[in-house]
Nanobody, 114 residues
């Protein structure tokens, strides 16, 4: 069974940091590109970042470029999203997504507020 399990969300003050891990099981993690997507309250899904199978290529949405870093550890079947300099507009449910096979995690809530 394919499973993607995000964690690490919570309440953080503006300017703070969080690290979101997404642990994968049920398929060959090292063969799949991975993506983080978020959904803010009352809004649609927003692509955040993607990482290649080896981790050598990463791309970011303009809204998070320079503040967020995606990485992966293929030995641990885990993809990470390091989020720094958080802003209130980063408040959202964050989901990880695998490209092959296509699958989603259940999401983790990030709230940025003073």
């Amino acid at each position: 069974e394919v499973q993607l399990v995000e964690s690490g969300g919570g309440l953080v003050q503006p300017g703070g940091s969080l690290r979101l891990p997404c642990v994968v099981s049920g398929f060959t993690f090292s063969s799949s590109g991975m993506t983080w997507v978020r959904q803010a309250p009352g809004k649609g899904l927003e692509w955040v970042s993607t990482i290649s199978t080896s981790g050598s290529r990463t791309t970011y949405a303009d809204s998070v470029k320079g503040r967020f870093t995606i990485s992966r550890d293929n030995a641990k079947n885990t993809v990470y999203l390091q989020m720094n300099s958080l802003k209130p507009e980063d408040t959202a449910v964050y989901y990880c997504h695998s490209r092959s096979p296509p699958s989603w995690g259940q999401g983790t809530q990030v709230t940025v507020s003073s």
